[in-house]
Protein backbone atom coordinates (compact mmCIF):
# COMPACT_ATOMS: atom_id res chain seq x y z
CA UNK A 1 0.00 0.00 0.00
CA UNK A 2 1.60 3.32 -0.91
CA UNK A 3 1.69 6.35 1.25
CA UNK A 4 -1.47 8.12 -0.71
CA UNK A 5 -3.25 4.84 -0.34
CA UNK A 6 -6.49 4.87 1.63
CA UNK A 7 -6.38 1.90 4.01
CA UNK A 8 -9.78 0.20 5.20
CA UNK A 9 -11.54 1.62 8.44
CA UNK A 10 -11.49 -0.23 11.64
CA UNK A 11 -13.88 -1.10 14.15
CA UNK A 12 -13.41 1.57 15.97
CA UNK A 13 -12.38 4.83 14.52
CA UNK A 14 -12.13 8.57 16.26
CA UNK A 15 -15.05 10.15 14.69
CA UNK A 16 -15.91 13.37 15.40
CA UNK A 17 -19.45 14.16 15.66
CA UNK A 18 -20.90 18.11 14.93
CA UNK A 19 -23.37 19.57 15.87
CA UNK A 20 -24.41 22.14 12.30
CA UNK A 21 -26.78 24.36 13.52
CA UNK A 22 -29.49 26.32 10.67
CA UNK A 23 -27.15 29.91 12.18
CA UNK A 24 -24.01 28.41 10.24
CA UNK A 25 -25.65 27.51 7.10
CA UNK A 26 -29.45 29.04 6.40
CA UNK A 27 -29.96 27.12 3.67
CA UNK A 28 -28.94 23.88 1.34
CA UNK A 29 -29.18 23.09 -2.01
CA UNK A 30 -29.57 19.88 -3.67
CA UNK A 31 -29.23 19.19 -7.88
CA UNK A 32 -31.61 16.36 -9.22
CA UNK A 33 -32.45 15.12 -12.77
CA UNK A 34 -35.72 13.88 -14.15
CA UNK A 35 -34.16 12.22 -17.41
CA UNK A 36 -33.79 8.65 -15.84
CA UNK A 37 -36.82 8.42 -12.87
CA UNK A 38 -39.76 10.40 -12.03
CA UNK A 39 -37.74 12.28 -8.50
CA UNK A 40 -38.70 15.82 -6.94
CA UNK A 41 -37.34 17.87 -4.90
CA UNK A 42 -37.51 15.94 -1.94
CA UNK A 43 -36.99 12.29 -3.44
CA UNK A 44 -34.10 10.08 -1.35
CA UNK A 45 -31.59 7.83 -3.18
CA UNK A 46 -33.07 4.62 -1.86
CA UNK A 47 -30.17 2.46 -2.60
CA UNK A 48 -29.07 3.00 -6.43
CA UNK A 49 -25.90 4.46 -7.71
CA UNK A 50 -22.12 4.31 -6.63
CA UNK A 51 -20.82 7.67 -5.44
CA UNK A 52 -18.17 8.23 -3.15
CA UNK A 53 -20.31 7.80 0.23
CA UNK A 54 -22.93 5.97 -1.84
CA UNK A 55 -24.82 3.51 -1.59
CA UNK A 56 -24.63 2.62 2.21
CA UNK A 57 -27.08 -0.14 4.34
CA UNK A 58 -28.36 -0.28 8.00
CA UNK A 59 -27.82 -2.80 10.46
CA UNK A 60 -30.69 -4.58 9.39
CA UNK A 61 -28.85 -4.52 5.32
CA UNK A 62 -31.50 -3.04 3.85
CA UNK A 63 -30.01 0.41 2.28
CA UNK A 64 -30.16 3.86 4.16
CA UNK A 65 -31.81 6.30 2.14
CA UNK A 66 -29.53 9.37 1.40
CA UNK A 67 -29.47 12.71 -0.04
CA UNK A 68 -26.58 15.47 -0.79
CA UNK A 69 -27.23 18.98 -0.06
CA UNK A 70 -24.86 21.44 -1.05
CA UNK A 71 -23.94 24.96 0.94
CA UNK A 72 -24.44 27.06 -2.30
CA UNK A 73 -25.93 26.52 -5.68
CA UNK A 74 -22.29 26.71 -7.26
CA UNK A 75 -21.12 23.91 -5.29
CA UNK A 76 -24.56 21.71 -6.00
CA UNK A 77 -24.08 22.48 -9.88
CA UNK A 78 -20.33 21.39 -9.47
CA UNK A 79 -21.20 18.12 -7.76
CA UNK A 80 -23.90 17.24 -9.29
CA UNK A 81 -24.93 18.30 -13.06
CA UNK A 82 -21.11 19.46 -14.07
CA UNK A 83 -19.58 16.39 -11.84
CA UNK A 84 -17.52 14.71 -14.86
CA UNK A 85 -16.98 17.90 -17.04
CA UNK A 86 -13.20 18.03 -16.92
CA UNK A 87 -11.84 21.48 -15.76
CA UNK A 88 -8.01 21.45 -16.73
CA UNK A 89 -7.82 20.74 -19.73
CA UNK A 90 -11.31 22.23 -19.88
CA UNK A 91 -14.09 20.07 -21.01
CA UNK A 92 -17.69 20.14 -22.82
CA UNK A 93 -20.81 21.02 -21.45
CA UNK A 94 -23.89 20.34 -23.13
CA UNK A 95 -26.63 22.99 -22.24
CA UNK A 96 -29.36 20.71 -24.10
CA UNK A 97 -28.65 18.86 -20.34
CA UNK A 98 -30.26 21.41 -18.59
CA UNK A 99 -33.69 20.55 -19.54
CA UNK A 100 -33.45 17.44 -17.06
CA UNK A 101 -32.36 19.23 -13.77
CA UNK A 102 -33.72 20.94 -11.33
CA UNK A 103 -32.48 23.00 -8.37
CA UNK A 104 -34.00 22.25 -4.69
CA UNK A 105 -33.93 25.10 -2.10
CA UNK A 106 -34.00 23.79 1.49
CA UNK A 107 -33.98 24.19 5.03
CA UNK A 108 -32.89 21.62 7.69
CA UNK A 109 -33.73 21.42 10.88
CA UNK A 110 -32.70 24.24 13.29
CA UNK A 111 -29.35 21.74 14.71
CA UNK A 112 -28.02 18.33 12.83
CA UNK A 113 -25.60 15.50 14.19
CA UNK A 114 -23.24 15.22 11.70
CA UNK A 115 -19.72 12.95 11.36
CA UNK A 116 -17.69 15.52 10.59
CA UNK A 117 -15.22 14.33 6.96
CA UNK A 118 -13.55 17.83 6.93
CA UNK A 119 -9.85 18.46 6.79
CA UNK A 120 -9.22 19.57 10.48
CA UNK A 121 -11.04 16.36 11.53
CA UNK A 122 -9.05 14.07 9.32
CA UNK A 123 -6.46 13.58 11.55
CA UNK A 124 -7.91 11.67 14.17
CA UNK A 125 -8.96 9.22 11.62
CA UNK A 126 -5.15 9.22 10.23
CA UNK A 127 -6.38 10.26 7.10
CA UNK A 128 -6.23 13.27 4.56
CA UNK A 129 -8.28 15.31 2.42
CA UNK A 130 -6.26 14.04 -0.87
CA UNK A 131 -6.87 10.31 0.34
CA UNK A 132 -10.50 10.67 1.47
CA UNK A 133 -12.32 13.83 -0.61
CA UNK A 134 -9.87 14.23 -3.75
CA UNK A 135 -9.38 10.63 -4.31
CA UNK A 136 -10.33 9.53 -8.13
CA UNK A 137 -13.83 7.40 -8.31
CA UNK A 138 -11.26 4.16 -8.77
CA UNK A 139 -11.06 4.56 -4.52
CA UNK A 140 -14.94 5.33 -3.75
CA UNK A 141 -15.18 1.36 -2.59
CA UNK A 142 -12.66 2.44 0.35
CA UNK A 143 -14.31 5.71 0.90
CA UNK A 144 -17.76 4.08 0.66
CA UNK A 145 -16.35 1.86 3.42
CA UNK A 146 -15.34 5.13 5.61
CA UNK A 147 -18.99 6.19 5.06
CA UNK A 148 -20.71 2.83 6.01
CA UNK A 149 -18.33 2.94 9.64
CA UNK A 150 -18.82 6.49 10.36
CA UNK A 151 -22.66 5.67 10.08
CA UNK A 152 -21.97 2.21 11.99
CA UNK A 153 -20.21 3.55 14.74
CA UNK A 154 -22.11 6.69 15.00
CA UNK A 155 -25.52 5.79 15.14
CA UNK A 156 -26.75 9.41 16.22
CA UNK A 157 -25.36 11.12 13.46
CA UNK A 158 -27.64 11.66 10.78
CA UNK A 159 -25.71 13.17 8.40
CA UNK A 160 -22.00 13.41 6.82
CA UNK A 161 -20.20 16.54 6.42
CA UNK A 162 -17.31 17.72 4.16
CA UNK A 163 -16.15 20.25 1.99
CA UNK A 164 -16.83 19.92 -1.61
CA UNK A 165 -13.60 18.22 -3.89
CA UNK A 166 -15.17 20.13 -7.08
CA UNK A 167 -15.83 23.75 -5.12
CA UNK A 168 -13.84 23.83 -2.44
CA UNK A 169 -15.35 27.03 -1.37
CA UNK A 170 -18.78 24.90 -0.32
CA UNK A 171 -19.57 22.36 2.33
CA UNK A 172 -21.71 19.35 1.34
CA UNK A 173 -24.11 17.10 3.07
CA UNK A 174 -25.01 13.45 2.66
CA UNK A 175 -28.15 13.21 4.47
CA UNK A 176 -29.70 10.09 6.25
CA UNK A 177 -33.57 9.91 5.97
CA UNK A 178 -33.98 6.93 8.26
CA UNK A 179 -32.10 9.10 11.00
CA UNK A 180 -33.86 12.39 10.40
CA UNK A 181 -37.24 13.76 11.44
CA UNK A 182 -40.68 13.24 9.48
CA UNK A 183 -40.75 15.54 7.30
CA UNK A 184 -36.71 15.79 7.07
CA UNK A 185 -36.30 19.10 5.40
CA UNK A 186 -38.67 22.18 4.22
CA UNK A 187 -38.25 22.54 0.48
CA UNK A 188 -38.45 26.38 0.17
CA UNK A 189 -38.26 26.38 -3.67
CA UNK A 190 -37.53 24.50 -6.59
CA UNK A 191 -36.62 25.68 -9.65
CA UNK A 192 -36.02 23.94 -13.16
CA UNK A 193 -32.56 25.31 -14.26
CA UNK A 194 -33.65 25.50 -18.01
CA UNK A 195 -35.72 27.99 -17.37
CA UNK A 196 -34.43 31.87 -15.80
CA UNK A 197 -33.24 32.65 -13.43
CA UNK A 198 -31.50 29.45 -12.80
CA UNK A 199 -30.67 28.96 -16.28
CA UNK A 200 -28.31 32.49 -16.55
CA UNK A 201 -26.77 31.25 -12.60
CA UNK A 202 -25.39 28.16 -14.26
CA UNK A 203 -24.38 29.87 -17.85
CA UNK A 204 -22.42 32.02 -16.14
CA UNK A 205 -21.02 29.39 -14.04
CA UNK A 206 -19.88 27.07 -17.00
CA UNK A 207 -18.36 30.74 -18.40
CA UNK A 208 -16.23 30.87 -15.86
CA UNK A 209 -15.02 27.86 -15.61
CA UNK A 210 -13.82 28.17 -19.32
CA UNK A 211 -15.15 24.80 -20.59
CA UNK A 212 -16.68 23.96 -23.87
CA UNK A 213 -20.13 25.19 -24.15
CA UNK A 214 -22.14 23.35 -26.88
Not at 97 to 115: F, W
Not at 118 to 140: C, F, M, W
Request: aromatic share 8%; hydrophobic share 40%; net charge neutral.
Amino acid sequence: MTADALPPPGAAEAFTLRALTRAEVPRWYHVYSTRDFPLTAASFNEGHGASRFAPLRGADGQPLHTYYAASTPECACMESLLHDVSLQPPGVFEVARLAHYHMATLELDAQLQCVSLHTKDLPRLGLTRAQLIDSLPNAYPLTRAWAQAAFDQRPQAQALSYTSRRDDAGRCLLLCRQRLPTPPFRIVADEPLALAPRRQDVLALVRSLGVWEI
